[in-house]
């Protein structure tokens, strides 16, 4: 059974970072085709960042390129995603999502993962 467990959220200034984690079991974070995405009340979850499985190539939202760095940490099976810079509209729940292995053109959109987090709160606020 494959379980996704994302860490690291809480309450920053604008400007602020944070580190968020997200440590998997049952499945190799190594080889497999991971992504963040966030969500804010009434709105649908959105794409933030992935990193494919096979070649570690790493795709980003414009919103948050240049500020949000994805990477796994192998020896932890853990993805990471360090966010620095960070402003008021970042603020959402950040979730990690995971799969065997997903199409290019699909890795922007939530129903192509197949395992889900339960999600961290991100607040920036002053």
């Known amino acids: 059974q494959v379980q996704l467990a994302e860490s690291g959220g809480g309450v920053v200034q604008p400007g602020g970072s944070l580190t968020l984690s997200c440590a998997a079991s049952?499945?190799?974070?190594?080889?497999?085709?991971m992504g963040w995405f966030r969500q804010t009340p009434g709105k649908e979850r959105e794409f933030v960042a992935h990193?494919?499985?096979?070649?570690?190539?790493?795709y980003y939202s414009d919103s948050v390129k240049g500020r949000f760095t994805i990477s796994r940490d192998i020896t932890k099976n853990t993805l990471i995603l360090q966010m620095v810079n960070l402003k008021p509209e970042d603020t959402a729940v950040y979730y990690c999502?995971?799969?065997?292995?997903?199409?290019?053109?699909?890795?922007?959109?939530?129903?192509?993962?197949?395992?889900w987090g339960q999600g961290t709160q991100v607040t920036v606020s002053k």
């Open positions: 990193i494919r499985g096979v070649n570690d190539y790493t």
């Open positions: 999502a995971a799969s065997d292995h997903i199409i290019l053109s699909a890795i922007y959109t939530a129903r192509s993962y197949k395992d």
């Open positions: 049952g499945r190799t974070v190594r080889r497999s085709a």
